[in-house]
């Protein structure tokens, strides 16, 4: 592939974002591949390094601030912003209330997907917390020479401490999951607001 083809395929796969940042983003790649071909690296090599337009699209929607994608999509292309304010006027009492209750329902899945993690971190420190009341009811046991409550105790013990990695683990994988969803819904609000130009 070309310079100009890659920049092209470029600009297309981000035709939904503002104008100015796709003109700088696509500048900043063409330098790049100026500099590869100035030190005498071949354009076919130099582009290759740079990776697939898809890939890079991608990444450079993860980059955009979501606020700069919101004031794009607030501008009107002809200039003119009357049909937008008539529009937030009279509109007002269906779309505020509706635009209210997706983010509340969007707040509100984030909360109870965090909390859902931080209440397995807490299980996972409560049976580690048990395991050193387990070793000490073993200690105190076996001094006064109850054999059956220390066995017991000392079983107890390993149980919460085999249980509580397993559940530190779990924990882990959980928030790494939630992290990712977060992540997805953000992506996606950003890809909602840039509409159906954005290919990445």
């Keep these: ?3 100009e083809e890659y920049l ?7 035709t939904g974002l503002p104008p100015a940042e796709i003109e700088d983003r696509v500048a900043f790649y063409e330098e790049m591949i100026e500099g ?4 005498g690296v071949p354009e076919e090599l130099a582009i290759t390094a740079l990776g697939p337009v898809d890939v890079v699209a991608k990444k450079m929607m993860g980059e955009i601030p979501l606020a700069t994608l919101m004031k794009d999509k607030v501008k009107k292309k002809d200039g003119s912003k009357t049909g937008l304010i008539l529009f937030l006027i009279l509109g007002f009492p269906i779309w505020f209330p509706l635009l209210t209750a997706f983010l509340a329902i969007l707040f509100s899945l984030n909360i109870v997907l965090w909390a859902l993690v931080i209440s397995f971190y807490a299980v996972a420190a409560a049976l580690v917390i048990s395991t050193f009341a387990g070793i000490f009811a073993t200690t105190v046991y076996a001094t006064a020479g109850n054999v059956p409550g220390a066995l017991f105790y000392g079983g107890a013990a390993l149980v919460c401490l085999g249980v509580g990695i397993l ?3 779990l924990s882990t994988a959980l928030a790494k999951g939630a992290a990712k969803l977060t992540g997805k819904m953000w992506e996606g609000l950003k890809r909602a607001l840039v509409g159906k130009g954005a290919k990445a």
């Design 167 to 169: 559940m530190f683990v």
């Design 1 to 3: 592939m070309k310079k």
């Design 36 to 39: 590869r071909m100035a030190e």
């Design 8 to 14: 092209s395929a470029l600009r297309e796969k981000l």
